[in-house]
Antibody, heavy 124, light 109 residues
């Protein structure tokens, strides 16, 4: 089965670091871009950025550039989203997403595969 | 950066009725690279439409997409009870690819 399996919910304090994960299975992990989408409580969807695990080329939305780091370990088919210093405003659901089409040059990023989401709560 | 504006914010209809949801772009969307998603409470979004008018795998034919340039529409021909949800449009033709609209909530009247 083709799926994205995300790590579990996290509760952190402001200033702490965090790395959440997304493991792809049932498809060639290195042949598809894989990205992250944020959904703050009661709000809409925001595209954060995307990585091509085959060569680690990473693109960020301007809104998230410098705020988070996206990485991938192709040896274990896992993508990551990390923060060095969390803020209360980082409280949100974070979805891992994969575009429908494969290949590095296919940058038509609409997403037919979604993880179930990782809820991150940042509170003192 | 292209900004997508969805209207209305909330649409109240009854099962069996026709729903028309709009997505307007601040600039022309390249090659009609626009998608629509459905999200139900507590679940991840689901891809409905891509390339403005192509239905994703497994999506019923009561869902259809149309439009080009700056104006796009998602139509649900006859609403089923399971169609009441939030709908988002997304453009992926211009950098930064992946920008979403703010959503339309389709609620039961």
């Amino acid at each position: 089965e083709v799926q994205l399996v995300q790590s579990g919910a996290e509760v952190k304090k402001p200033g702490e670091s965090l790395k959440i994960s997304c493991k792809g299975s049932g498809y060639s992990f290195t042949s598809y871009w894989i990205g992250w989408v944020r959904q703050m409580p009661g709000k809409g969807l925001e595209w954060m950025g995307i990585i091509y695990p085959g060569d680690s080329d990473t693109r960020y939305s301007p809104s998230f550039q410098g705020q988070v780091t996206i990485s991938a370990d192709k040896s274990i088919s896992t993508a990551y989203l990390q923060w060095s210093s969390l803020k209360a405003s980082d409280t949100a659901m974070y979805y891992c997403v994969r575009p429908q089409s494969y290949g590095y040059w296919n940058t038509y990023w609409y997403f037919d595969l979604w993880g179930r989401g990782t809820l991150v709560t940042v509170s003192s | 950066e292209i900004v997508l504006t969805q209207s209305p914010a909330t649409l109240s209809l009854s099962p069996g009725e026709r729903a028309t949801l709009s997505c307007g772009a601040s600039q022309s969307v390249s090659s009609s690279y626009l998608a629509w998603y459905q999200q139900k409470p507590g679940l991840a979004p689901r891809l409905l439409i891509y390339d403005a008018s192509s239905r994703a795998t497994g999506i019923p034919d009561r869902f259809s997409g149309s439009g080009s340039g700056t104006d796009f529409t998602l139509t649900i021909s006859r609403l089923e009870p399971e169609d009441f949800a939030v709908y988002y449009c997304q453009q992926y033709g211009s950098s930064p690819q992946g920008t979403f609209g703010q959503g339309t909530r389709l609620e039961i009247k």
